[in-house]
């Protein structure tokens, strides 16, 4: 299935590289000596930048718009990081394209690069909503890099984040009024509008739809609230014909709560027990000002559930002896894969990371899985001194060798902080551990 959707990736690339040579081809014939000829060159390949760059742009649709027969078979930490490459991808060709056509434009009317952007704005005055719109994106581009994030509440990034469909609203506008190759290739102009259709319509339904349907047909409901330590809580979901909310352990929700102040706010929640049929279960660390608010929620709280999402689930392991390493509140989704691969019959073993002792979550939950299917647990504890058999410090290579000798033969399900999964992955990069058999669930939406 992948590779079938490059495949549709790549056609419609050449489809689009296809029609502009029919409209811009002769451009290619360029007379060195002739500034006329060159500008005419410089503007073709304007236009063809502007097309691919808008492609790429409706595939970030795709990619952030929760399309379900694609995160199904990406995951939604895989989407995340083509969604990233793919969105500089879709910038910089956003930015050669107006480059080239002030240049070839200069080159053609004998002005100068402003004057000659001058004239250009002058002869198509629509023009201007494009560098509004290339403005909008890449700024939110920049603000999108994990090092400003970092210092970026959610609720500005979210609103940054909203101007992004402005501004591709405007850059669509300019496109289909001021666009030379949909004039000159009537069939290219259709080709266009349907791939518009295809792709506004599936963010539409997916991303706009499908969580109104779901709360239309579930009438979700926060039942219930349990005090797991003392900074996290579990929420308890109920609703209508619970039985055919299909989701897996280990996949993860978005929540939106409808209260005042928080109902504008999407964020996600991994599943932190087998679903029964009944209810869903979510666990919340309250780390930020939104997370604080949502472990005092009070039971009755109606609930709008996106999903499920994500593959860090049973389909994901290959092998019959799995490792699972989680730190903080990374347990929540292992607390619930780790009972469903325990339904299957596989030999597991169980690393959890915390800084104290009453930060442990799950605790009693997950000695009772240890005890009825022998699941070892090796506890670590980071800022409080413990005696055997609880390890004192963090999680490390050289503590999971002398865990787990037979390392090699297990698959890893690792969740916890970002950087403590990255620097656990380069380590077991340097022993030659396959990365294909490490599934990992990143906490840094």
């Not at 434009?105 to 023009?127: C, E, I, R, Y």
């Not at 591709?168 to 290739?185: P, S």
């Not at 690792?414 to 950087?419: S, Y």
Request: with cysteine.
């Amino acid at each position: 299935m992948k590779r079938f959707l490059m495949l549709i990736l790549g056609l419609n690339l050449g489809i689009i590289i296809v029609f502009w040579l029919v409209s811009s081809g002769s451009a290619l014939l360029v007379n060195g000596s002739d500034p006329i000829s060159l500008g005419t060159f410089f503007l073709a390949l304007g236009r063809l930048f502007g097309l691919l760059g808008m492609f790429f742009v409706l595939f970030q649709l795709i990619l952030i718009g929760r399309t379900v027969w694609v995160e199904r078979r990406y995951g939604h930490d895989a989407l995340a990081k083509i969604h990233q490459e793919n969105g500089r991808i879709a910038l910089g060709l956003l930015i050669l394209h107006p480059i080239f056509l002030i240049l070839g434009h200069s080159w053609v009317s004998g002005l100068s690069f402003v004057d000659g952007f001058l004239n250009l704005v002058q002869t198509k005055p629509l023009v201007i909503f494009a560098p509004i719109g290339l403005i909008i994106l890449f700024t939110i581009v920049l603000i999108s890099n994990p090092l400003i994030m970092k210092r970026v509440k959610y609720e500005h990034w979210y609103y940054f984040h909203l101007f992004m469909y402005s501004a591709i609203a405007l850059v669509i506008g300019h496109q289909f009024f001021a666009g030379t190759d949909f004039k000159t290739v009537p069939a290219f102009l259709g080709y266009w509008i349907a791939l518009y259709i295809f792709v506004i319509g599936n963010f539409v339904l997916y991303r706009l739809m499908k969580p109104f349907l779901l709360y239309r047909r579930h009438k979700f409901v926060l039942d219930r609230r349990i005090q797991e330590t003392h900074d996290t809580v579990s929420l308890y979901i109920k609703g209508r014909d619970m039985d055919k909310f299909n989701i897996l352990p280990g996949q993860f929700l978005l929540m939106r709560f409808l209260l005042k102040g928080l109902w504008w706010q999407v964020h996600p929640f991994s599943i932190s027990a087998c679903p029964k049929g009944q209810e869903v279960r979510v666990t919340i660390k309250a780390e930020g000002d939104y997370t604080k608010e949502l472990v005092q929620i009070n039971p009755g709280t109606r609930v709008i559930l996106d999903g499920p999402l994500g593959r860090f689930t049973r389909i994901a392991s290959k092998k019959e002896k799995v490792l699972f390493i989680a730190a903080g509140v990374g347990i929540t989704p292992i607390r619930s894969v780790m009972e469903d691969l325990a339904l299957l019959g596989k030999n597991l073993l169980l690393i959890y990371g915390n800084k104290t002792s009453k930060d442990i979550i799950f605790q009693e939950e997950l000695e009772a899985l240890s005890k009825k299917y022998s699941i070892p647990i090796h506890y670590f504890l980071s800022r409080e001194k413990a005696a055997p058999p609880i390890n004192v410090g963090r999680i490390d290579l050289q503590a999971i060798q002398r865990l787990v000798p037979d390392l090699q033969d297990r698959e890893i399900f690792l969740c916890g902080p970002v950087e403590m999964m990255r620097s656990l992955r380069i380590s077991l990069a340097k022993i030659g551990f396959p990365s294909e058999y490490i599934h990992f669930e990143k906490f840094n939406w």
